[in-house]
């Protein structure tokens, strides 16, 4: 069965780094396009970086320039590393793809405080 495993997340403080990663089985990875979208207490999720099975990607206004999404077809493995982390990118993170229908690995918390 498909599964996404996320895990890298932890607590920073304003302008660190993390890079989150998300393990992916259960279905042929190379041919899917990823994306790391998150949700923060009292909003709606949102997208935040989408990657193509060709390697174009996509990132939302608000982290352009600090994100950078990537993939290693051979490790089944797409990664988000996050420089220069702001209090407002403190969230939930998601690894989700689709086919069929939408798939979610279970999150990991970032939290970016003092």
Request: aromatic fraction near 12%; hydrophobic fraction near 35%; charge should be positive.
């Amino acid at each position: 069965q498909v599964q996404l495993v996320e895990s890298g997340g932890g607590l920073v403080q304003p302008g660190g780094s993390l890079r989150l990663s998300c393990a992916a089985s259960g279905f042929i990875f190379s041919d899917r396009a990823m994306d790391w979208y998150r949700q923060a207490p009292g909003k709606q999720r949102e997208l935040v970086a989408a990657i193509g099975s060709g390697g174009s990607t996509n990132y939302a206004d608000s982290v352009k320039g600090r994100f950078t999404i990537s993939r290693d077809n051979a490790k089944n493995t797409v990664y988000l590393q996050m420089n220069s982390l702001k209090p407002e990118d403190t969230a939930v993170y998601y690894c989700h793809t689709y086919f069929i229908r939408n798939f979610w690995g279970q999150g990991t918390q970032v939290t970016v405080s003092s």
